[in-house]
C-alpha cells in the first residue's frame, strides 16, 4: 500500500495521538486489550484514519522479515514520510520502539488534548514531553494539512460568535456548518493548501481564518505569537522547529528492548 500526499494529515494525527496516550507504543492500533474498552473509542479520537493503511504496511513487513518492525515505528514512518511526500521536511527518526500491550478509551479520554485546548494547557502539555514553546507551535502547525470537522469548533459560532475569527471566514463556516445533526460529517480544510505541508497555515491564523480555538489563540496570546509570526514569514524556521518537535514527540516515552513486544498483528497483542 503506498503513501500520498492525501494521507499525511490522517497519518501525522494517528501519529500524534499513538504518542499522547502513555507515549508511542502503537496501542491506539489496538482492537482488543484485556477487556478494557480501546483507545479509539475514545470521543478524542473522533476522526483518527488509516488504521488500515498501517494495518497493510505491517502485512507486507511481517511476510518479508517477521516480528522484526513494530507498529509503533510504522505509525511515526509513515507518518514521517506523509509530511515529506506532502513537501515538507525529512525528518530522520529514531527506529527500535516496541508495542505496548494496553490501549484504554479512559486513558485516551484524560490524555489526548481537546479540540478547545487552551494555551495553558498546551504549554503544559509539550513542556512535559521537553517540547520547547516554539516547537510546540511548529507542531500545531501540523493544521497546515487535512481538515476539521464542524463538531470540533462548531461552538466558536453559535450562539456565541467568537470575535477573533474574521466576519468573511466566520459566515463561510457558518454556511458549512448550518446544520447541527451534521456536525460529525461536515467539516472545513485548514487552510488554502489542504494537501501541502507549508507555513500557509500561519498566514491564515494571522488573518483570523483559524479554525480551532488554538489556532487563533497562539496568533494572539503574546507568548506564542512570535513564533506564528516567524513561521508566516520564514518557512525553513517552521520546518526546523517542527523537526525537532517531531524528534521529541515520537521519541516520547518509548518501549525498548525487552518491554512491551513487537506484535504480528497490529490489532492484536501476541499469544
Not at 34 to 45: A, L, V
Not at 201 to 226: C, H, M, V, W
Not at 241 to 258: N, P
Request: glycine residues 8%; contains cysteine.
Amino acid at each position: 500500500m503506498l503513501l500520498d500526499p492525501s494521507s499525511a494529515a490522517a497519518l501525522l494525527r494517528l501519529a500524534f495521538h499513538d504518542c499522547q496516550v502513555d507515549g508511542c507504543d502503537g496501542s491506539v492500533m489496538l482492537s482488543y486489550s484485556n477487556g478494557s474498552i480501546t483507545e479509539t473509542e475514545s470521543d478524542m479520537n473522533f476522526g483518527v484514519r488509516k488504521l488500515d493503511l498501517i494495518d497493510g504496511i505491517k502485512r507486507s513487513l511481517e511476510r518479508i522479515c517477521p516480528q522484526t518492525v513494530s507498529c509503533a515505528d510504522i505509525i511515526q514512518l509513515a507518518a514521517r514520510d506523509g509530511v515529506h511526500l506532502a513537501g515538507g521536511p525529512y525528518i530522520e527518526i529514531l527506529t527500535g520502539r516496541r508495542d505496548g500491550k494496553l490501549s484504554s478509551k479512559e486513558r485516551a479520554d484524560k490524555q489526548l488534548p481537546a479540540a478547545d485546548i487552551s494555551v495553558d494547557k498546551f504549554i503544559k502539555n509539550f513542556q512535559q514531553k521537553n517540547i520547547t514553546l516554539q516547537e510546540g507551535v511548529a507542531l500545531i502547525g501540523a493544521h497546515t494539512l487535512g481538515i476539521s470537522h464542524c463538531r470540533n469548533f462548531e461552538k466558536r459560532l453559535q450562539p456565541t460568535e467568537d470575535p477573533t475569527l474574521s466576519t468573511s471566514f466566520k459566515l463561510t463556516l457558518l454556511v458549512i456548518c448550518s446544520n447541527p445533526f451534521l456536525s460529525n460529517v461536515t467539516f472545513a480544510t485548514n487552510d488554502a493548501t489542504t494537501f501541502a505541508f507549508d507555513n500557509r497555515y500561519f498566514n491564515a491564523i494571522l488573518n483570523g481564518r483559524g479554525l480551532l480555538k488554538i489556532d487563533s489563540e497562539i496568533s494572539s496570546d503574546q507568548r506564542t505569537k512570535p513564533y506564528v509570526l516567524g513561521f508566516a514569514s520564514d518557512q525553513q524556521q517552521f520546518f526546523n522547529s517542527f523537526t525537532s518537535g517531531f524528534l521529541k514527540l515520537s521519541s516520547h516515552k518509548v518501549l525498548l528492548g525487552k518491554e512491551g513486544e513487537i506484535r504480528k498483528d497490529c490489532r492484536f497483542v501476541n499469544n
